[in-house]
């Protein structure tokens, strides 16, 4: 519902007052849950990013591990490309706003840090990636990546119109690193 006045009136427009409307509350009973817009927007994303963790998890765990992180994050590209404006919104809060509030939405990025190790492991074993990769740090890569990826986007300075092939080829550039470990200077 704050998600819809959000989007309908754009999020600098939308008031305190008409969120607690739309829900039929009292805005002192809104702020027993959230202290300010930007926290309840942070809180929205939040939602939804745990589910998409919870729903993707399948794509993440199917298949080879190439397509499976990119079907992984690809699901995540679509919650952000649904509403630019929005997510524009929802990073610059992620990004500078309260400690407090960008608390909660890391703990969904540690979750998604946590399901790529646990992949990345998994495709040690299956020989699919190099016996050298350390599954935490190629995690931390790929979130690196994925997050560079919305970043472009969100402010326009991608290399591709498409989010999926902007982070689809910094993907292929990251998994040649992947591959056989070499010895140089």
Known sequence: MSADLFSRNGYEQTTVQQVADAADIAVGTLFLYVRDKSDLLLLIFTERLEQLIVDSASQLRSGRIRKSVLAYFGAFLELYEADSE????????????????????????????????????????????????????????????????????????????????????????????????????
């Open 86 to 185: 929005l997510s524009r919104h929802f990073w610059r809060e992620f990004l500078a706003g309260k400690q407090e509030s960008r608390d909660k939405v890391n703990v969904v990025a540690a979750a998604m840090i946590a399901a790529l190790q646990e992949r990345l492991a998994l495709a040690r074993q299956k020989s699919e990636v190099g016996e050298h990769v350390d599954p935490k740090m190629a995690a931390l890569h790929l979130y690196a990546l994925f997050h560079a990826t919305i970043s472009f986007h969100l402010v326009g300075c991608a290399p591709f119109h498409s989010s999926q092939k902007t982070l689809s080829a910094l993907l292929d550039s990251f998994w040649k690193g992947l591959g056989k470990a070499t010895t140089g200077s």
